[in-house]
Structures are given as structure tokens and as C-alpha cells.
């Protein structure tokens, strides 16, 4: 969760409440410094390098980074016929982003008509994030969105008995479960490997990714497709869940001190446009922030750890009229969906991953 986006505040699903005696608008913005170095790469060079960026958070939106325009490449932007006008921020000019012979169409756009209270964005500009090569901190890349300083994980040991049942199947038991708490969503539990029965749990193919926490494996119980998931190498940040298994409360029954579990409200995650060329090799690449998940991560490819399950997001581009768009919610959570990465025994190991599972 972030501002803007799941349950956020300022999001169109926010489940609390600002207490001021009056409405608010329907719709808030909200713009701010990013405080931190960001670049952005298209064909191989580096075509945006600022310390001033503006991060805007938009309603049912990831935050976007706005880059001012004199700290753009020289020739990166050329001007494009088409416009399109923003319901809150007015017209918007589109650009081609152009590197020698390699040039993107509506790369990149700039408010050019703005009202007094967006003086923030006036002068800036905003690249399609999946049309770039990549973005980056420091030197380091920035995969999924511009980052959010509002996302929080918190994980907590608890003694509470959980119990997870599948028809006449007892799947789960145990008084050790890991509580994981991410802001704009339920708690979801996680169970450790010795308290499931492995028997009921078979493996199925894709893999999804979230900036967050990492590469998620899935399973299928009693011909419920998707009905758990774990994260065999989670990230350095999330590390206790890794090997543990979470379960879905509406495809098997959740249990916890004997009171049913319920999939709350608004907890269906918002589809993420896949990062241009993002890869299973690519994240092991980050060697310096994960360090021994890479060989988990191989051993797993390898057979040695369990096999990976669908995407958690189906997806559909919201049409070509605007690359900014994320690819839209859907009801169905799993299954297969352009854009899933499949298991590297069927398919090339560029293929993008798609988002992302709590």
C-alpha cells in the first residue's frame, strides 16, 4: 500500500477516515520530494539524472516520479502530435523518447497546462516506466514503481494456533506461525514447512515477483489452483518468511484460535505492468542485496525446492493510447495471462514476471 493505491488514504478504497467536519474532495493529489537520486536508462544510456525529482500520488495510481526538465538529456524528448488532458491536471503533451536510431513513441509526457495549485509538476516530466530500459537509485535498479516511502512490512512470531483444512484434509496445524503485516492489507499468516503436509500441496508452474518481497512459488491443494504460496529466498528485508507457506482464505479454510479467517474487502492486489525484460537472472544480479537467495533461487530452477505457480494478477493492457497505465485489476487472481513468467523449463528466461503477492 502506498498514498494512493490499495487501501492507502488516499486511495478510492481507503478503509479509514480523515476527521475534519467537513467532505474532502472526491479526488486528492498529493506531491512531494523524492529526497533521493534517481536516473532513468533507454538504450542503454542514460537519458534522465536528477537529485530534484517529485514523486506524485494519484488516486488508484503508483507513485510516478516527475523529472525536471534540465536535468533530461540534451535530444532525449521529441515532440509528439499527441495530446491528452488530464481530469485534474489538465492538457498533457506527449513525447518520443529518441537514443541514436532507438526511439519510443508516448515515452514520456509533461502537464503543460497546469492550475496554480500543481505548481509542483510545472516543468517536469514523467517516462512510461515499462517502455524505458530501467530506472535507478544510486546505481542501483528500481524495479515495479518509483519507490514509496509509505509501503511498510512488519513481520511478528506469534503462538496462535492456525489451522488450515481443505475438504476432510487437515493441510496446516501449528503454534508458530509468522503474522506478516502489510499496510493496506489483511494480515496474512505464514505457516513454517514442518507444519504442513507436504502431501497436499502440489506444485504448479509461473512465478510472480513483488519489489517488496521477492519471488513467490505457488500451490495447488485439492484442485484449488493457487491456494497457497510461499517465497522460497524472500528478500533480505522479509527473510523469516522464506521457506514458510501461506494459504488463501477463500480457496481453502483458514482457522485461527478456532474463528474462521475471511478474506476481507479491497485485499485484491493491482495488477502490475511487467518491467521491460525483468528476469529471474537479472534479480540475482542483485547479488549485493540478496546474497545467498540467488542459490535458493537456482536450486529451485534446478528441482531442488518446490516448483512455481501462477501469476497471482491477471492482466490486459488498458490500450496503447497511454503507456503510463498499470494493466488492469482482474477478478481472477491466478492463472495464466500475458505477461506470466512460466517455469524456465517452458519458456526463455527473459520472459517478464508479472505482481505480486502478499
Not at 32 to 41: A, D, G, T, Y
Not at 106 to 134: C, I, N
Not at 160 to 170: A, C, F, K, N, Q
Request: proline residues 7%.
Amino acid at each position: 500500500m502506498g498514498l494512493s493505491w490499495q487501501q492507502g488514504p488516499l486511495a478510492p478504497a481507503a478503509i479509514g477516515r480523515f476527521l475534519v467536519p467537513n467532505p474532502l474532495p472526491e479526488r486528492m493529489l498529493f506531491a512531494e520530494p523524492l529526497h533521493r537520486r534517481m536516473r532513468v536508462k533507454f538504450s542503454g544510456s542514460w537519458i534522465a539524472d536528477s537529485e530534484n525529482v517529485v514523486l506524485l500520488h494519484e488516486p488508484g495510481r503508483y507513485p510516478v516520479a516527475y523529472f525536471p526538465l534540465d536535468d533530461v538529456a540534451s535530444g532525449a524528448l521529441q515532440q509528439s502530435s499527441h495530446s491528452t488532458r488530464h481530469r485534474d491536471l489538465g492538457a498533457t503533451s506527449w513525447y518520443t523518447v529518441a537514443v541514436g536510431d532507438h526511439n519510443a513513441e508516448r515515452a514520456a509526457w509533461q502537464y503543460t497546462d497546469l492550475p496554480s495549485h500543481a505548481e509542483p509538476l510545472k516543468g517536469r516530466v514523467a517516462f512510461a516506466w515499462r517502455l524505458m530500459d530501467s530506472f535507478h537509485e544510486e546505481d542501483e535498479r528500481i524495479v515495479g514503481h518509483a519507490a514509496d516511502s509509505y509501503h511498510r512490512i512488519d513481520i511478528r512470531q506469534t503462538s496462535r494456533h492456525l489451522v488450515v483444512r481443505s475438504e476432510d484434509r487437515v493441510v496446516a496445524d501449528s503454534k508458530a506461525p509468522l503474522v506478516l503485516f502489510e499496510s493496506g492489507f489483511a494480515p496474512r499468516w505464514y505457516v513454517p514447512r514442518a507444519d504442513v503436509d507436504d502431501a497436499a500441496l502440489v506444485p504448479v508452474e509461473g512465478q510472480t515477483f513483488c519489489p517488496y518481497k521477492g519471488l513467490a512459488s505457488y500451490f495447488e491443494i485439492d484442485g484449488k489452483r493457487g491456494a497457497a504460496w510461499s517465497y522460497p529466498a524472500a528478500s533480505t528485508e522479509v527473510s523469516r518468511i522464506s521457506g514458510f507457506v501461506s494459504f488463501e482464505a477463500d480457496k481453502v479454510d483458514v482457522y485461527l484460535d478456532g474463528k474462521q479467517v475471511q478474506l476481507e474487502p479491497g485485499q485484491t492486489v493491482i495488477a502490475h505492468g511487467v518491467d521491460r525484460d525483468l528476469s529471474v537472472e537479472e534479480l540475482e544480479r542483485k547479488a549485493d542485496t540478496w546474497p545467498s537467495d540467488a542459490a535458493l533461487r537456482r536450486q529451485e530452477r534446478t528441482g531442488a525446492a518446490p516448483r512455481s505457480g501462477p501469476s497471482c494478477v491477471g492482466g490486459r493492457r488498458e490500450g496503447p493510447a497511454d503507456p503510463r497505465s498499470s494493466w488492469t485489476s482482474s477478478q481472477t487472481r491466478y492463472g495464466s495471462s500475458s505477461g506470466t513468467r512460466r517455469s524456465p523449463r517452458s519458456a526463455p528466461t527473459t520472459t517478464p514476471l508479472m505482481w505480486c503477492r502478499q
